[in-house]
């Protein structure tokens, strides 16, 4: 996939901002990574891209403390 110059600023631009705005917790190197891969393959405006991979990492992250807690809650 072939982008021009502008289009990979402005997608760059949103990505940092929508990073810059995370708790520092979260800001590494692999969420930077999977919202640049939302962002590339989204129809949506760059920065509601960034947004939504973000939401979707803390849902994900949440689903995966609730399954915790219920084979814990198994197991026991």
Known sequence: MLIDTQIADQMQEAIDATF???????????VK?????????????YQTAARQAVVR????LDRAVRN?????????
């Open 57 to 60: 990492m803390f849902a994900t």
């Open 33 to 45: 990574l999977e919202m640049a891969r939302v962002v590339a393959f989204s129809t949506r405006p």
């Open 68 to 76: 915790r807690r219920k084979l814990a809650n198994l197991r026991n």
């Open 20 to 30: 810059r705005s995370l708790p520092d917790i979260y800001k590494t190197e692999e």
